[in-house]
């Protein structure tokens, strides 16, 4: 649902939209729709958005935005990433209100996975 001043998409750059497209659509079930060569949308993901191809990436330590999903076993959400070709950047930490990890997609942008179930 659409709702005024909200946030309601996300874009990011590929540098390989397939590669990207099969690592979500195995780590996570995401499917997406092709809009030309250069774009691609996924949605119910609890955010909308897309990739359109481009040479960049998402990195947090250069101030890009992170997204972050959530998980109930961020162990078993862990194995999957890395099963889908995912990268492992940062391991399993603690911080207040639970654990979390960061891994890039094989385009090379950073997300994070967070639990508060031990």
Do not use: C
């Not at 005024?4 to 099969?22: G, M, Q």
């Not at 995401?30 to 990739?51: I, K, R, V």
């Not at 109930?72 to 930490?93: M, P, R, S, Y």
């Not at 911080?95 to 890039?104: A, D, K, N, V």
């Amino acid at each position: 649902m659409n709702r005024h001043e909200k946030i309601n998409y996300v874009e990011y750059a590929a540098r390989d939209l397939a590669k990207t497209k099969d690592f979500f659509s195995k780590a996570f079930g995401w499917t997406f729709t092709d809009f030309g060569d250069e774009y691609t949308a996924f949605d119910n993901q609890g955010l909308d958005g897309g990739f359109y191809k481009a040479d960049l990436n998402a990195d947090a330590a250069k101030g890009s935005a992170l997204i972050v999903f959530y998980s109930d076993d961020l162990n078993a959400t862990l194995n999957k990433i890395k099963q889908a070709g995912g990268i492992i950047v940062q391991d399993i930490f603690s911080f207040p209100g639970g654990q979390r990890f960061h891994f890039t997609e094989p385009s090379g942008n950073e997300f994070a996975v967070w639990s508060d179930k031990k």
